[in-house]
T-cell receptor, first 113, second 115 residues
């Protein structure tokens, strides 16, 4: 089955710097890659997603890139702010499994003022 | 997202007890999921349901069972709880009818401790 590896497990940056989190997946049939943000004590919430027919997607300070050949995708956060501090999860899915997501292990991002 | 609720929010129980966690949603979504979250392991899928008559095992279904009582309700049961089932449990929903099958909306979570 699908396996998703996420790195790093923890990441500390200074406010204003950029942060990058990387994930690799094993199943070449996966075609949907969402990113979820989980603040302390809260539920995970979708922040951005990408499908396999595009290589990059941006939403303000957040962007996701996908390299299908290498089977990896990354989350990029620019101009980080303290409120970006959270745990971030990547995931992968195949459409024909109707939303069955396989998650990475999570990255705890800390943005220091 | 207040449209997905879970009860109880916290539960402490003893080894061998039967426990039921409940999830309700008012979003009108057809698909529902149960995950457990453990530190360093991310979110792992226990069971998922595409509609009332469709139940599927996820990555880690052993020791768990589910019931989809209605489109809006999906319950997770631990028939005989054991300490390594201590975790944070999340319910999630998604709506295949909007063409956004994979966008999942999570409940607030249930923290379960098995002594």
């Amino acid at each position: 089955g699908e396996n998703v590896e996420q790195h790093p497990s923890t990441l500390s940056v200074q406010e204003g710097d950029s942060a990058v989190i990387k994930c690799t997946y094993s199943d070449s049939a996966s075609n949907y890659f969402p990113w979820y943000k989980q603040e302390l004590g809260k539920r995970p919430q979708l922040i951005i997603d990408i499908r396999s027919n595009v290589g990059e997607k941006k939403d303000q300070r957040i962007a996701v890139t996908l390299n299908k050949t290498a089977k990896h995708f990354s989350l990029h956060i620019t101009e980080t702010q303290p409120e970006d501090s959270a745990v971030y999860f990547c995931a992968a899915s195949k459409d024909n499994q109707g939303g069955k997501l396989i998650f990475g292990q999570g990255t705890e991002l800390s943005v220091k003022p | 997202d207040a449209d997905v609720t879970q009860t109880p929010r916290n539960r402490i129980t003893k080894t061998g007890k039967r426990i039921m966690l409940e999830c309700s949603q008012t979003k009108g979504h057809d698909r529902m999921y149960w995950y457990r979250q453990d530190p360093g392991l991310g979110l792992r899928l226990i069971y998922y349901s595409f509609d009332v008559k469709d139940i599927n095992k996820g990555e880690i279904s052993d020791g768990y069972s589910v019931s989809r009582q209605a489109q809006a309700k999906f319950s997770l049961s631990l028939e005989s709880a054991i300490p390594n089932q201590t975790a944070l449990y999340f319910c999630a929903t998604s709506d295949s009818r909007l063409g956004k099958t994979d966008t999942q909306y999570f409940g607030p979570g249930t923290r379960l401790t098995v002594l």
